[in-house]
């Protein structure tokens, strides 16, 4: 199958998986989707920089980074053309239409230049899409591409659940896998082997007994 052939496919399967869940997505996903809160707090967005996520859903993360980082500039992506949808009504609600852009793209292969006129952010986060993007190591570094010098990524999603009693973790293992969504388990090494060959730092954190993980690079200066 050809690459093309196979993003296009993804987008079908997550626009099905989400054309009616976005509804209640913002709803539901606040008791399970754990940490996205403290991924905004810690961004620390310098003064008049731009964020960028990737796989940016209903568009509630920016909505909440918006409200906490006024002067920022911030730009989205998904494949999903139905969270999109989801996402440019909820600016356009929160009156952050002027400061937020949106595209439809593959957050594995993207040319930000194209979708928003810019080639480097300050800030690039990915919250719970790394766990249903199977290029997910490719994600990773095309939001490390993008960062400016000193410039950091901040991702949160699904742990290895390595301290949860093992009949929650098959449980829980069996139920994201329903939804297509698969804890990436070699997460910390991958990002390891990424600061490595960019001279870059890393913080990882394993929250809630392993439920979550979170991380942030921090691209040379
Ligand atoms: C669980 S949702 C997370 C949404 C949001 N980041 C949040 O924290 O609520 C996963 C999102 O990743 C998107 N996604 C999946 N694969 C993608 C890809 N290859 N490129 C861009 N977005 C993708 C889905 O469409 C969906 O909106």
Not at 3 to 26: C, F, K, N
Not at 34 to 49: C, E, M, Q, S, T
Not at 168 to 176: I, K
């Amino acid at each position: 199958m050809t690459m093309a052939a196979e993003t296009s496919g993804h987008a079908r399967l997550m626009d099905g998986v989400y054309r009616r869940q976005r509804h209640i997505y913002d709803l539901t996903r606040k008791f399970y989707l754990l940490g996205r809160d403290g991924l905004i707090a810690g961004l620390a967005v310098p003064a008049g920089g731009s964020v960028l996520e990737l796989g940016c859903g209903t568009g509630r993360n920016i909505a909440l980074a918006a409200e906490r980082f006024p002067d920022a500039h911030f730009y989205g992506l998904d494949i999903s053309r139905e969270m999109l949808a989801t996402a440019r009504q909820c600016m356009h609600r929160e009156h952050i239409d002027d400061i937020v852009a949106l595209a439809e793209a593959d957050a594995s292969a993207f040319d930000p230049r194209a979708l928003f006129g810019k080639s480097r952010f300050d800030r690039v986060f990915i919250s719970y899409s790394l766990s249903m993007i199977p290029p997910w190591r490719e994600t990773i570094a095309a939001g490390l591409d993008c960062l400016a010098p000193g410039g950091t990524l901040h991702i949160v999603d699904f742990g290895r659940q390595e301290r949860l009693p093992s009949w929650l973790r098959a449980g829980l293992r069996r139920w994201l896998a329903a939804f297509h969504v698969a804890p990436r388990d070699t997460l910390r090494e991958a990002l390891e082997s990424e600061c490595e060959k960019r001279g870059a730092s890393l913080r990882f954190d394993s929250l809630f007994r392993g439920y979550a993980a979170s991380a942030v690079i921090r691209m040379p200066g």
